[in-house]
Each structure stands twice: as structure tokens, then as C-alpha cells.
């Protein structure tokens, strides 16, 4: 292998090695993130039912007001009761008394429903208070650890990054051009090796990227130049293995 592609290919161990490190960096940063939503999603839940508890403590208490005001009746109706003047008026208070007095036990039923579900409501507002602290913590772990990572890969990304300023002076713009071009498109995989196949002439030969047939004038013409030749079909720059 001549000396271009073999600049090429160890420009492309570089920038893939480059790639590798940005890509982790990308994963500790959103490991961060994504532990930030999870806590957003839980104190999301703590509030919804902490409003939830709310609610059922006003019902509550609104029920509480008006079993409070039914009894008041109840009392004054008991009043009328010795100062009815006939038969038919006492029946009738004495309806009032009970229909009020069934008003409040339904008030009474619903009440301690409602403060029943609130009190269930209050453990699973704990839980998921206690799941927040815990979230919490392990936030402050996967922060700490992000952070220690994220300054080892920076050295490394600086350098590769020098690595790679230093590989491309021996490259030119034209044939650099050609080779990020490639790299953009199968994401830092802009070479590919010619593929000999057949034990004796004549052999026939595939592209190592995209598995294609060649023609075998490009394997004949990287024998012999240091040249870049593309893949008819990918684009890839070709190169052939040293034992080829």
C-alpha cells in the first residue's frame, strides 16, 4: 500500500477512534439528562396527588359543613317536637328527623370514604417522596461520575484531535475533500478493501464495503499506483490489503 492510503487509513482509525470518544461523551451527558427527567416525573407525580389530597380534604370538609348544619336541624326540629299541637304535625317533624337523620349518615359514609382514599393517597405521595430522595441520590452519583469521565475524555478528544491535525498535512485538499465527504455518508467508514475472491486467475473482486462487484482494473491499478479510486457503487475509497 502506497503512501496516501496508508495516510488515509490511519486518518480513518483516527476520526473513528474520535467518533468513538465523542459519542461516549454524548451517553455521559445524557445518562445526566435522562436521570433529571425521571426525577421531573416523579415530583410530576408527587404533585398530582398532593393536589388529589387536597381536593379530598375540602370535599371532606365541605361534607363536614353540611352534616354540621343538618344536625343543627335535627336538634331544632326535636325542639318542635314537644310543642307540635296535633297528631299530624309531630308525624310530620318526626319525617324531617329521620330524613335528615339519613341525609347524615350518607354524608357521614361518603365522608370517611373520601378520608379513606386521601389517607391512601398520603402513603403513595410518601413512597414516591421517599423514590424522589432516592432518585436524588443516585442523580448526585451518576453527576459525580459523568463529570470525572467527561474530563478524561476531553484529553483524549484534544488529543485525537492534534493526531488528526497532524495526519492531514501530508493529505490534499482535494482528496481530503473526498475522503470527509465519504466518511459523512457511512458515518467513518470511507475506506473499504478490494476483496480477492478465487484461489487462481482469474479472480474476481468485491468491494468491502458495500459487497459489490468490481471491475478488477482498479485492484490492477492500486498494485502498481498510490492513487485514490472510488467503489462504483458506495464511493468508497479502495484499498488493498498488504498480503494482497
Known sequence: MGTLLDALRRLQTIEQDLDHVRRRMRIRKNAVAIQQRKIEQFESDYA??????????????????DLREKEERVTKYRGGLNASRSNKEYATILTQINTLRADNARIEDQAIKIIQDADA???????????????QKHLENVRS????????????????????AEAIKGISPQTLSVFERVSES???????????????????????GCFMSLNSEHANALRIRDEVRTCDNCGRILYIEPQE
Open 121 to 135: 393517597l398520603q402513603e403513595e405521595s410518601k413512597e414516591i417522596r421517599r423514590q424522589i430522595e432516592e432518585q
Open 186 to 208: 457511512y458515518s467513518g467508514e470511507s475506506m473499504a478493501p478490494i476483496e480477492v475472491h478465487g484461489r487462481k486467475p482469474p479472480h474476481t473482486y468485491v468491494c468491502g
Open 48 to 65: 398530582s396527588l398532593h393536589a388529589q389530597i387536597l381536593g379530598h380534604r375540602k370535599e371532606a370538609d365541605s361534607l363536614e359543613l
Open 145 to 164: 461520575h459523568s463529570e470525572e469521565e467527561l474530563l478524561k475524555l476531553n484529553v483524549m478528544a484534544e488529543e485525537l484531535s492534534a493526531r488528526r
